[in-house]
Nanobody, 127 residues
Framework: EVQLVESGGGLVQAGGSLRLSCAASGFTSDAYAIGWFRQAPGKEREGVSCIRSSDGSTYYVDSVKGRFTISRDNAKNTVYLQMNSLKPEDTAIYYC????????????????????WGQGTQVTVSS
């Protein structure tokens, strides 16, 4: 069965850094894309970043551009999210997600576009 397992969350001071990992298993082939979403207390889950498997194209929401970097190590079947210059508003549970459908009707920041989800890892940024 398909599994996505996040790790690397923790507690950091504002301005600090964390590197999240998403280890994927159970796929018969590469997923179309891997993404990161987050959910803060009392808020809906929102997209953060994603990477397209075929060519490595990366995408970010405006609030994290210049601070976060998504990357993939194909040999390890792992996707990373390097988070720098963290802010208290980055505090959330971060979820790894994968799409195994085609690019047709794919809207990257919509929850319904994604097929598999990890259990999440907590990121807390203190002021």
């Amino acid at each position: 069965e398909v599994q996505l397992v996040e790790s690397g969350g923790g507690l950091v001071q504002a301005g600090g850094s964390l590197r999240l990992s998403c280890a994927a298993s159970g796929f018969t082939s590469d997923a179309y894309a891997i993404g990161w979403f987050r959910q803060a207390p009392g808020k809906e889950r929102e997209g953060v970043s994603c990477i397209r498997s075929s060519d490595g194209s990366t995408y970010y929401v405006d609030s994290v551009k210049g601070r976060f970097t998504i990357s993939r190590d194909n040999a390890k079947n792992t996707v990373y999210l390097q988070m720098n210059s963290l802010k208290p508003e980055d505090t959330a549970i971060y979820y790894c997600t994968a799409r195994d459908r085609s690019a047709l009707r794919f809207s990257k920041w919509m929850l319904s576009s994604w097929d598999y989800w990890g259990q999440g890892t907590q990121v807390t940024v203190s002021s």
